[in-house]
């Protein structure tokens, strides 16, 4: 059994800054590619950003030069760095990832619960 549990969320003014950390715990042989992606009250669940376990990155205009993901491999853990927060970053946040349990197995896709996020003054 894999979870994947998100913290950080949280109330905070326009231009502050909050760090959402993503935890991946139970059978996990290997962590591939995670994400975060968000889903704002009324809208589609969106991209947000993307690390390889390489250390390769990939974000969302909306967010680039913002936000900055990292994992920390040895912790089995997924960073969300989030500054200059605008009310329009308000949303949802989940954590996303591929993970294989077993050697020579596919990644399966797994989801966190989320954490909530709001911006405003």
């Known amino acids: 059994q894999v979870q994947l549990v998100e913290s950080g969320g949280g109330l905070v003014q326009p231009g502050g800054s909050l760090r959402l950390s993503c935890a991946a715990s139970?059978?996990?042989?290997?962590?591939?590619?995670m994400l975060w992606y968000r889903q704002a009250p009324g809208k589609e669940r969106e991209f947000v950003a993307h690390?390889?376990?390489?250390?390769?990155?990939n974000y969302a205009d909306s967010v680039k030069g913002r936000f900055t993901i990292s994992r920390d491999n040895g912790k089995k853990t997924l960073y969300l760095q989030m500054n200059s927060l605008k009310p329009d970053d308000t949303a949802v946040y989940y954590c996303?990832?591929?993970?294989?349990?077993?050697?020579?197995?596919?990644?399966?896709?797994?989801w966190g619960q989320g954490t909530q996020v709001t911006v405003s003054s």
């Open positions: 690390i390889s376990n390489g250390g390769s990155t």
């Open positions: 139970g059978s996990i042989f290997s962590i591939r590619t």
């Open positions: 996303n990832a591929f993970i294989s349990t077993m050697p020579a197995q596919a990644a399966r896709q797994y």
